[in-house]
T-cell receptor, first 114, second 113 residues
């Protein structure tokens, strides 16, 4: 158990719809990162939030957006869903600081777009 | 740009045999290296990490990995495979403690009784 939780576990949406995924970070962590893991592939970095500000983004379009709240919980929002958005979405929390490198992953949300 | 390659998308070993999962990275600076394991329908669990110091690092469940700068490799080994080791394994690299983590494509390990 990492202390990182995600909801919902599974989700089915229709192409063109919008979705919000949620993540609750481990206590004391100030950074959350979101990853997309397509079937049979490694996780791909979407973006990272540090103290409620986005401070890094991968190669994902603007319809992928996020929020981090003062209690360090986080949301991933995806607008105008496409079939290729079907994937496992992972959040990872960490305490960013010198000599601290671990990220702790949640169990993921499985999104299916039909 | 950093990247990670994992040779062999699928590896099968017999129970009790040596496990060797290969990972090579490209990085312009000495990176920080990780191995994660993912069991079906679960998130990622950190097996071990290399940051600085000793190049042979030991992790959980009897796994270890050796950082070889000259070969830009970070191969994962375990002397004796157990049935419970069957899972997906990901090698990952991070440039700094503030940077994103870049994952390899993964290697699926099967253990044959």
């Amino acid at each position: 158990e990492t202390g990182v939780t995600q909801s919902p576990t599974h989700l089915i949406k229709t192409r063109g719809q919008q979705v919000t995924l949620r993540c609750s970070s481990q206590s004391g962590h100030n950074t959350v990162s979101w990853y997309q893991q397509a079937l049979g592939q490694g996780p791909q970095f979407i973006f990272q939030y540090y103290r409620e500000e986005e401070n890094g983004r991968g190669n994902f379009p603007p319809r992928f957006s996020g929020l981090q709240f003062p209690n360090y919980s986080s949301e991933l929002n995806v607008n105008a869903l496409e079939l290729d958005d079907s994937a496992l979405y992972l959040c990872a929390s960490s305490f960013v600081g010198p000599n601290i490198y671990e990220q702790y992953f949640g169990p993921g949300t499985r999104l299916t777009v039909t | 740009a950093q990247s990670v390659t994992q040779l062999g998308s699928h590896v099968s070993v017999s129970e009790g045999a040596l496990v060797l999962l290969r990972c090579n990275y490209s990085s312009s600076v000495p990176p920080y290296l990780f191995w994660y394991v993912q069991y079906p329908n679960q998130g990622l669990q950190l097996l071990l990490k290399y940051t600085t110091g000793a190049t042979l690092v030991k992790g959980i469940n009897g796994f270890e990995a050796e950082f070889k700068k000259s070969e830009t490799s970070f191969h994962l080994t375990k002397p004796s495979a157990h049935m419970s080791d069957a899972a997906e394994y990901f090698c990952a690299v991070r440039k700094t403690s503030y940077d994103k983590v870049i994952f390899g494509p993964g290697t699926s390990l099967s253990v044959i009784p």
